[in-house]
């Protein structure tokens, strides 16, 4: 009889702040999301962009995780590491023909959409926000694809997003769709049919750094053999290129549990800029590992079924 592998869960930050009270909230879903199913927690430095991201950050994400009582498999994947392993999976892609390089401009593209006839007011926004590419580039020659390049011009490789989706349809025999766990921005679970054509051509990978994120969390998920991948809200759009991209790439499929995100008193998501709500800073104002999880409303089973509350910032660390 052979003996099933344990599930591997994973916390994956990006060194380019100080970590607050969500990811605190993150990172304690995922450890408690991996005690209960009897499972494996890594955690995960997802650092590719080198401009922003630093040493101290990481080293400073390491003790704040330590203090909160977090425990995670050694070695720790750090993306910048591992640029190889993008690089091949980009590969992939070109040889399925489902992506291509793209010289425009930031100039360039604000300008093709200004001059559309439709505005940069009307233009349609992808799930997050970004305006569509408006498709500049995409059907170049290769000759002067490999002109440009010869000249040196900077360029992004963008998903040719209707040929991905067809043929990621055609792999999964069927409509592109995840399995959540957890909970989708509209409380949706179950196995939940996606539109990752909402995204247009999305960069993934770029000349100077020939990864995205989408890319390298897809490919450090299935290297790393992660089975529920747990995460905040905010990133279930994202899913639908990352559903995509593992069925291009023949990746196994993970299950999904997405949870609630961590605000304050105004309803306004906590981010790596509200630097007085740093767990350091908390600290030094002292906050204590329990009381950062009341404030955050983490206690285990109902953080799980999705019940956050707002977080208060406590007397003792306003400045
Ligand atoms: N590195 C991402 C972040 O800090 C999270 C990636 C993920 O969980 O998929 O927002």
């Keep these: 009889?052979?003996?099933?592998?344990?599930?591997?869960?994973?916390?994956?930050?990006?060194?380019?702040?100080?970590?607050?009270?969500?990811?605190?909230?993150?990172?304690?879903?995922?450890?408690?999301?991996?005690?209960?199913?009897?499972?494996?927690?890594?955690?995960?430095?997802?650092?590719?962009d080198t401009g922003r991201c630093r040493?101290?950050?990481?080293?400073?994400?390491?003790?704040?995780?330590?203090?909160?009582?977090?425990?995670?498999?050694?070695?720790?994947?750090?993306?910048s590491e591992h640029f190889a392993d993008y690089q091949a999976a980009l590969k992939k892609l070109r040889d399925l023909g489902v992506v291509y390089p793209c010289f425009a401009t930031r100039a360039e593209?604000?300008?093709?959409?200004?001059?559309?006839?439709?505005?940069?007011?009307?233009?349609?926004s992808d799930p997050d926000g970004?305006?569509?590419?408006?498709?500049?580039?995409?059907?170049?020659?290769?000759?002067?694809?490999?002109?440009?390049?010869?000249?040196?011009?900077?360029?992004?490789?963008?998903?040719?997003m209707e040929k991905a989706r067809d043929l990621a349809e055609k792999i999964a025999c069927g409509p592109i769709s995840f399995i959540e766990e957890g909970e989708g921005p509209d409380g949706k679970r179950g196995q939940l049919t996606i539109r990752p054509e909402l995204f247009g051509d999305?960069?993934?990978?770029?000349?100077?750094?020939?990864?995205?994120?989408?890319?390298?969390?897809?490919?450090?998920?299935?290297?790393?053999?992660v089975t529920h991948i747990t995460r905040g809200q905010d990133l279930f759009p994202a899913t639908y290129v990352h559903r995509l991209l593992q069925l291009l790439l023949g990746l196994p499929e993970p299950r999904y549990r997405h949870h609630r995100l961590v605000r304050d008193e105004t309803g306004r998501r906590l981010s790596k800029s509200a630097r007085d709500m740093s767990l350091r800073a908390l600290r030094e104002g002292g906050a204590t590992p329990d009381s950062i999880r009341a404030?955050?409303?983490?206690?285990?089973?109902?953080?799980?079924?999705?019940?956050?509350?707002?977080?208060?910032?406590?007397?003792?660390?306003?400045?």
Excluded at 56 to 66: G, H, I, N, P
Excluded at 109 to 124: M, Q
């Design 295 to 319: 404030m955050i409303g983490f206690d285990g089973l109902r953080a799980l079924s999705g019940e956050v509350g707002p977080v208060r910032r406590p007397e003792s660390a306003s400045e």
């Design 1 to 48: 009889m052979s003996r099933r592998s344990p599930p591997v869960i994973r916390f994956a930050p990006s060194p380019n702040g100080y970590l607050h009270p969500g990811h605190a909230f993150s990172a304690l879903f995922a450890s408690e999301t991996a005690r209960m199913l009897g499972g494996r927690f890594l955690l995960r430095i997802e650092d590719i």
């Design 109 to 124: 593209i604000a300008a093709a959409i200004a001059n559309s006839g439709i505005g940069a007011k009307h233009w349609p």
């Design 55 to 79: 040493p101290d950050y990481e080293r400073a994400a390491y003790e704040d995780l330590a203090w909160l009582g977090l425990d995670w498999e050694k070695p720790v994947r750090r993306q």
């Design 202 to 225: 999305v960069v993934i990978a770029r000349k100077d750094v020939p990864t995205s994120y989408h890319l390298s969390v897809v490919v450090d998920d299935a290297l790393q053999g």
């Design 130 to 160: 970004a305006p569509l590419y408006p498709g500049l580039y995409k059907n170049t020659p290769l000759r002067e694809q490999n002109r440009l390049m010869w000249e040196g011009r900077s360029y992004a490789w963008r998903l040719d």
